[in-house]
């Protein structure tokens, strides 16, 4: 059963940096996307960041330049690395893996960790 955990959201400073984790277990990790998303309250979830298997990244546009995903494939894992943080990117953050087996794409989301930046 493929399960994932995501870890690492706390309170931090405005300008301050967190990073966050999302480990996967439980499936044969050769091709998936690991998509990491927030929401905020009141909002709607909305996309922030994905790696692929391949190695294609992308960002939101209002993150770029101040966080960073990246992966460690021994330990199937993805991190996010948040710099510069603002107020406005407090939200709970949440990993989606999209796994690719038997031909057919499966997701599967985490629980979700909480960041909050304030003074």
């Known amino acids: 059963q493929v399960q994932v955990v995501e870890s690492g959201g706390g309170l931090v400073q405005p300008g301050g940096s967190l990073r966050l984790s999302c480990a996967a277990s439980g499936g044969s990790f050769s091709t998936y996307y690991m998509t990491w998303y927030r929401q905020a309250p009141g909002k709607q979830r909305e996309f922030v960041a994905r790696?692929?298997?391949?190695?294609?990244?992308s960002y939101e546009e209002s993150v770029k330049g101040r966080f960073t995903v990246s992966r460690d494939n021994a330990k199937n894992t993805v991190h996010l690395q948040m710099d510069s943080l603002k107020p406005e990117d407090t939200a709970v953050y949440y990993c989606?893996?999209?796994?690719?087996?038997?031909?057919?794409?499966?997701?599967?989301w985490g629980q979700g960790t909480q960041v909050t930046v304030s003074s």
């Open positions: 989606k893996l999209g796994l690719l087996s038997h031909s057919s794409w499966n997701d599967y």
């Open positions: 790696i692929a298997s391949d190695g294609l990244i």
